[in-house]
């Protein structure tokens, strides 16, 4: 599984160190990933997702899992939540 954040899209980034000498030496630049459950309510039940702390933040700020699963359109999110997208919505016309 790839080190890249399902809500913000936050990937591996490389950069250099840069010593006190002004020596250059590749590295890599992480994102705060951590993986966690999140719930839709509408569904009534958990999925694992890897977010960051900004992402978590966005959840929260959206109003929730299932909020922000229906503003954001379909082509800018992952194969696996376009699945859970697509359940949600025909969940939420057939209530």
Known sequence: MSRRCVVTNKAVVSGNNVSHAHNKTRRKFLPNLTETRVYSETLNRFFRIKVTAAGLRT???????????????????EAEMRKVRKE???????A
């Open 88 to 94: 949600l919505v025909a969940k939420k016309e057939a």
């Open 59 to 77: 959840l929260e700020h959206k109003g929730g899992f299932d909020a922000w699963l229906l503003d954001i359109a379909p082509s800018k999110l």
